[in-house]
C-alpha cells in the first residue's frame, strides 16, 4: 500500500498558527532536511535583510575570487571575520563595495539560483529584500553539497557562522540540540515606523539530523519582541519534521504491538 503523500507546506502552515503574531507583525519561514531534501516555506513576501545579507556578501565575494582563481587577502578575511562572527557593520560596508555593490551581490545570487532578492541602494545593504524561500536557496549553496561554492569556501563561511559572539546566539539555534547549530542574525529598527526587522538564518541539529532554517519578520514593536518570534518560527519549522518522525514511530510502535 503506497503511503499518503504529506504536504509540508501545508503542515508549516499548521504548525505556524501555534506562532503568536500581534499588532503589524509578519513573518515567513522555510525549512529543509539536509539529509533528505525535502522542504516547506510559509509566506511569500519580501523583507529587509538587515544584517543576514552579510552571508549573502561573503558567498559573493568567495564566488568572484573562485572565478577570478585568488584567494582571500588578509584584509578580506579580517573583515569575514568580524562581519560575520560579530555583525560589524563597517566590515560589510568594506566587502559590499568590493563585490560591487547591489550588481555584485545580484550578479552572483543569479548564478546561486535567488530569484526574489534585490540588492540595497548604494550603500544601504541592509535594505536588501529577500524571501524566505531564496534564503533556504543562500543557505543551501552554504550547507548543501551541490553549490557554486568551493568545499574549502563553504567550510570558510559555515566556520564563521558556528562563532557567532555569545549575546547574538539567538534566532533558529533555538530549535537546536545544544551548541548543533551555525548562524546568523539581522536586525535593524526602521526610522520610518519605529517597528524592528529580525531575521535568523541557519542550519541546526536535531537528533543527529540537520535542517536549514531561514525566518524573516518585520513590524515588531521591539527586537526582544521579534526574536521570540523568530525564535518560535523556527521551533515551529523544525517540527514539520520532527513531529512527523515522532508520528511514524508512535505509528510503528502500535503496527508493532498489534502485530504481536
Do not use: C
Not at 556578501?57 to 571575520?81: C, D, F, N, P, V
Not at 562572527?85 to 548564478?111: F, K, P, Q, V, Y
Not at 519578520?217 to 518570534?229: E, F, R, Y
Amino acid at each position: 500500500m503506497a503511503e499518503p503523500v504529506v504536504d509540508l507546506d501545508e503542515r508549516l502552515a499548521d504548525a505556524m498558527t501555534s506562532v503568536g503574531v500581534t499588532g503589524e507583525q509578519k513573518v515567513s519561514t522555510a525549512v529543509l532536511d539536509l539529509e533528505s531534501g525535502d522542504s516547506a516555506v510559509h509566506g511569500d513576501g519580501a523583507f529587509d535583510t538587515a544584517s543576514i545579507v552579510k552571508v549573502d556578501i561573503l558567498a559573493a565575494l568567495l564566488l568572484r575570487h573562485q572565478e577570478a582563481g585568488t584567494r582571500l587577502s588578509a584584509r578580506e578575511k579580517a573583515y569575514a571575520t568580524t562581519m560575520i562572527e560579530n555583525s560589524d557593520n563597517a566590515s560589510a560596508s568594506a566587502l559590499w563595495d568590493a563585490i560591487g555593490r547591489a550588481a555584485g551581490l545580484d550578479a552572483a545570487n543569479e548564478t546561486f539560483g535567488l530569484t526574489g532578492t534585490e540588492g540595497g541602494d548604494g550603500a544601504l545593504w541592509g535594505l536588501t529584500l529577500t524571501t524566505a524561500a531564496d534564503q533556504l536557496i543562500l543557505l543551501q549553496q552554504v550547507f548543501g553539497d551541490d553549490s557554486k561554492l568551493s568545499e574549502a569556501s563553504r567550510s570558510y563561511v559555515q566556520g564563521l557562522m558556528g562563532r557567532i559572539e555569545a549575546d547574538q546566539q539567538w534566532g533558529v539555534s533555538a530549535a537546536a540540540d545544544g551548541s548543533g547549530w551555525a548562524l546568523k542574525n539581522g536586525w535593524l529598527p526602521r526610522s520610518t515606523t519605529g517597528l524592528w526587522d529580525v531575521n535568523s538564518i541557519g542550519r541546526v541539529s536535531v537528533d543527529g539530523r540537520a535542517y536549514l532554517v531561514a525566518v524573516l519578520s518585520n513590524g515588531n514593536s521591539t527586537q526582544a519582541k521579534g526574536i521570540s518570534l523568530v525564535e518560535a518560527a523556527a521551533k515551529a519549522a523544525v517540527s514539520v519534521f520532527t513531529a512527523g518522525d515522532a508520528s511514524a514511530s508512535a505509528s510503528a510502535n502500535a503496527t508493532s504491538a498489534a502485530a504481536r
